[in-house]
C-alpha cells in the first residue's frame, strides 16, 4: 500500500513541476509515470531492500532516465523534458534543509554529516543521468557515423 502511494503523491508532484516548466501537454503523464518511477524504485531499495540513499537515488536515476532517453526518441522531444521533472522527487531538498538547520543551531558535525549525506545523494542523482545520456549520445553517434559510411562509401571519421 506504502507503494501505490508513493508512486500516485510522485506522479502528482512531476506532473505539477512538467506544468511549472511548461511541458508540452501531450507528454505530461508520460513525465509523471517516469517521475513514480523513479521515485518508487528509490523508495523500494531504500526502504525495502535497505540500501544506502546513495545507492537507491543512484539505481532510481537509472530508471528515470533511461524511460527519458526512451520517451524521447518515441515522442520526438529532448531528453530533457522527461529527465528535469523526473528527478524532482529525488531531489534531496529535506534533507539539504535539516542539515543548514542543523548548522543554523550549532550543531555542526550533525548538520555537517546530513549535508554531506545531501551533497552525496545529489552526485548519485547527477551520475545516474550524465551515465544513461553518455551511453545513448554513443549510441547515436555509432549509427551516424554507419549511416555515413553505408551511404558515402568511406570512413568519414
Known amino acids: 500500500m506504502e507503494i501505490i502511494t508513493s508512486f500516485i503523491f510522485a506522479f502528482i508532484a512531476t506532473m505539477a513541476f512538467a506544468v511549472l516548466f511548461q511541458s508540452p501537454k501531450k507528454i505530461l503523464l508520460t513525465d509523471g509515470l517516469i517521475g513514480a518511477v523513479g521515485w518508487v524504485v528509490f523508495?523500494?531499495?531504500r526502504d525495502q531492500m535497505g540500501y544506502s540513499?546513495?545507492?537507491a537515488n543512484f539505481f532510481g536515476t537509472l530508471a528515470l532516465a533511461l524511460l527519458s532517453e526512451l520517451s524521447a526518441r518515441i515522442f520526438k522531444q529532448p531528453a530533457t523534458v522527461f529527465v528535469?521533472?523526473?528527478?524532482?522527487?529525488l531531489v534531496p531538498g529535506l534533507g539539504i534543509y535539516k542539515g543548514m538547520f542543523a548548522v543554523i543551531n550549532n550543531d555542526y558535525n550533525g548538520g555537517m554529516s546530513i549535508l554531506l549525506t545531501a551533497i552525496t545523494d545529489s552526485c548519485a542523482i547527477a551520475v545516474g543521468v550524465m551515465l544513461v545520456s553518455s551511453l545513448f549520445r554513443v549510441l547515436?553517434?555509432?549509427?551516424d557515423r554507419r549511416?555515413?559510411?553505408?551511404?558515402?562509401?568511406?570512413?568519414?571519421?
Open 140 to 143: 547515436k553517434i555509432r549509427k
Open 84 to 89: 528535469i521533472p523526473g528527478i524532482i522527487p
Open 43 to 45: 523508495i523500494s531499495l
Open 147 to 157: 549511416f555515413l559510411i553505408k551511404y558515402h562509401g568511406k570512413d568519414v571519421c
Open 53 to 55: 540513499s546513495f545507492y
